[in-house]
């Protein structure tokens, strides 16, 4: 197990009488690609603006990259790519002309072709920002975030707005960064996402962490499987933990009957099922 | 140092590609000392009329150019997050805020040579004895009213309003000040408001230094005034400018 890029332990937010954040931990590996859900006002973003160095926390201590993010040090920002829940950035300069003046403020950036072609923007290569469409200004900042190869990216929803196809692409450069070692902490709405990308996950609700592990033990928290199927046009849904018998007996039946069980499905709940439960409440 | 150049080329790349900015900050005075220098003609207060205009108008551009255009820029660099962006990289915020304005003092520099040039070209204006002073002079008023540009920024709180809160000062502000001609036969009560404001002592400077041809020792209270004014404004900034969006 290699050393934490990131520890969280105990931290709390208050915004005036508001507790964003009631007391959370937690680790993240080097390396790893880490994902935090939660539902709107869960304290997603506060919780990754903290650890960029925006907010300042309440109580709790935190480590990134060994720094004190609050502390704001010029050689932590070498070291970190922020994508922002939203940003509006030169909307006259090109694609181009951004990412070098961004990678213009780092020690030892990235090719900015490269990064550009990364973020599939080469064909806007040359584009004004402002003509840019909302999925594709997405991937500037994407872009942005990457051009002072940092160890660490922090992406708050960096996905959102994005067609299937684009989103596709921004999965394969999470897997890429995970590939050359980077840390990556995003936030994201969409389940099938942090089941693809993410090494582990926490849930976060009302302010604190409902639930944390890998998408797979995550799954497995919710032990019932899920049998589909029509019989006299209309679905039928049945939850079960004992779905060996049920579908025994429900083969056995329409055996008997000479039916055939029509769009018979047998699936273990996805990541949205149990992510839906947890954040139902109790 | 690299760093500043670096930003400081940022900054004037953003600033001429942006079509508003290029017409309403640059282009503007001087469309407008074009336009009232075909309707003022003679001499006033024993100068011609021109050259009292054009005084004037260096006066506007700067505080157009280093009040208004900086102070919108600014919010609107900040509501879309652009402050706040840059703010995560590893460029120190003094840099960035040093090359902002150092451009905004490039653009004004600029600005008032193209004016003195127009003016001698068109309306023979005389070319400015003590240009080494009057450029001192100019550059300090622009600084004074980047200052104020700062403060403005900082109270402002939306995009949407900035442009027009910015102007709804910069306007009467600069027809109180003289920009647009001699306040002489202005009501008492507009000449003593115009008294107040840094632009009126700001031109008192440009003139004294272009129309008098005196060294610019000898308006030592209005140099003051000024002053006064710009760093008021940066104490304002200091303690109300935000990197943040304040209205997300
Ligand atoms: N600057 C602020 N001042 C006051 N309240 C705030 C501030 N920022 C966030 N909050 C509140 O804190 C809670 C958590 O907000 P946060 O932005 O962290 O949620 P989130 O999980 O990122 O939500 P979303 O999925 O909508 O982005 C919300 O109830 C929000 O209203
Ligand atoms: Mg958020």
Redesign the interface.
């Known amino acids: 197990m290699s050393a934490a890029a990131i520890s969280v332990t105990d931290l709390r937010k208050s915004y005036g009488d508001f507790q964003a954040l009631r007391g959370i931990g937690f680790d993240i590996r080097e390396g790893e690609v880490f994902g935090l859900l939660g539902p709107n006002g869960a304290g997603k973003t506060t919780t990754v603006e903290i650890l960029?160095?925006?907010r300042r926390r309440d109580t709790g201590s935190i480590e990134v990259l060994g720094f004190d993010p609050q502390r704001?040090e010029?050689g932590f920002?070498?070291r970190?790519g922020?994508v922002?829940q939203?940003?509006?950035?030169?909307p006259?300069?090109t694609v181009a002309?951004t990412h070098r003046?961004?990678a213009?403020?780092?020690?030892q950036p990235r090719d900015i072709d490269e990064v550009i072609q990364l973020v599939g923007l080469a064909e806007k290569r040359d584009a004004r920002v402002r003509t840019l469409s909302g999925g594709q200004k997405r991937r500037l900042d994407l872009g942005?975030a990457l051009v002072?190869d940092p160890d660490l990216v922090f992406l708050d929803e960096p996905t959102t707005g994005f067609d299937p196809a684009a989103r596709r692409i921004a999965w394969d450069m999470i897997r890429s960064l995970r590939s050359l070692g980077k840390t990556v902490l995003l936030t994201t709405h969409y389940l099938d996402e942090a089941q693809e990308l993410c090494d582990r996950v926490a849930v976060l609700r009302e302010g604190l962490i409902v639930r944390i592990g890998t998408p797979a033990e995550l799954r497995g928290t919710s032990l019932e499987t899920e049998i589909r199927y029509r019989k006299d046009g209309q679905d039928v849904v049945v939850r079960t933990l004992e779905p060996t018998r049920v579908l025994s007996e429900l083969t056995a039946e329409a055996l008997a009957a000479g039916r055939e069980l029509e769009g018979l499905e047998v699936r273990r709940p996805t990541l949205e099922d149990v992510y839906l439960e947890l954040v139902a409440g109790e | 140092m690299r760093l500043f150049l670096h930003q400081l080329r940022a900054e004037q790349l953003q600033f001429w590609r942006s079509r508003e900015a290029a017409i309403f900050i640059f282009v503007f005075p001087m469309l407008l000392f074009l336009l009232l220098g075909s309707v003022y003609s003679g001499t006033i207060s024993g100068h011609p009329a021109r050259e009292v205009l054009l005084a004037g108008m260096l006066g506007y551009g700067a505080a157009n150019t280093a009040f208004a255009g900086l102070g919108i820029s600014l919010v609107i660099r900040r509501e879309g997050g652009l402050l706040k962006r840059i703010r995560s990289t590893p460029l120190p915020a003094a840099t960035y805020l040093g090359a902002v304005l150092v451009s905004t003092l490039l653009v004004f520099a600029l600005q008032a040579v193209l004016l003195l040039v127009l003016g001698r070209l068109l309306y023979g204006t005389h070319v400015p004895d003590r240009l080494g002073s009057l450029a001192l002079v100019l550059l300090f008023g622009a600084a004074a009213f980047a200052g104020l540009g700062l403060a403005v920024a900082s109270l402002i709180r939306s995009a949407e309003g900035s442009s027009a809160a910015v102007n709804v000062i910069l306007l009467p502000m600069a027809f109180l000040s003289g920009s647009f001609g001699p306040t002489r036969r202005y009501p008492e009560v507009l000449r003593a408001i115009g008294d107040a404001l840094p632009l009126r002592y700001f031109i008192k400077l440009v003139n004294g230094v272009y129309l008098d041809d005196r060294a610019p020792w000898h308006y030592g209270t209005a140099a003051g005034v000024l002053a006064a004014w710009g760093v008021a404004g940066l104490v304002v900034a200091a303690r109300r400018f935000s990197w943040e969006p304040r209205s997300a």
């Open positions: 960029e160095g925006y704001f010029i920002r070498e970190i922020v922002l939203q940003s509006q950035l030169l006259n300069l002309e003046i961004f213009g403020y780092y020690e942005l002072g």
